[in-house]
């Protein structure tokens, strides 16, 4: 069994900070990147950022330079600190995880909900 505990979403006022952290226990074997997507409702499910084990980073354009991906030293925490937040960036934030080799393993959280609005 394979659990990721997501934490850190909340209502915040435009303009300000939230972290979110997400952790992978359980039989995971060689994690290879893990990653935060975002969906809100009536929508598909969207990469915001993504990081691998060797620590290369991916971001969507429209968080460059306002959030950061990080993972702690023993690679089964990922975090998402989210600055400078926007309306827009109100969504359902999801935890995924991709494990596995030669046989490729992708688990998700149930999501942790931000809300952005004054």
């Known amino acids: 069994q394979v659990q990721l505990e997501e934490s850190g979403g909340g209502l915040v006022q435009p303009g300000g900070s939230l972290r979110l952290s997400c952790v992978a226990s359980?039989?995971?074997?060689?994690?290879?990147?893990m990653a935060w997507y975002r969906q809100s409702p009536g929508e598909q499910r969207v990469l915001v950022a993504h990081?691998?084990?060797?620590?290369?980073?991916v971001y969507a354009d429209s968080v460059k330079g306002r959030f950061t991906i990080s993972r702690d030293n023993a690679g089964n925490t990922v975090s998402l600190q989210m600055n400078s937040l926007k309306v827009e960036n109100t969504a359902v934030y999801h935890c995924k995880v991709i494990a596995g080799w030669p046989k490729i393993y992708t688990y998700w959280g149930q999501g942790t909900q931000v809300t952005v609005s004054s």
């Open positions: 359980g039989s995971i074997f060689s994690i290879n990147a």
């Open positions: 990081i691998t084990s060797g620590g290369t980073t």
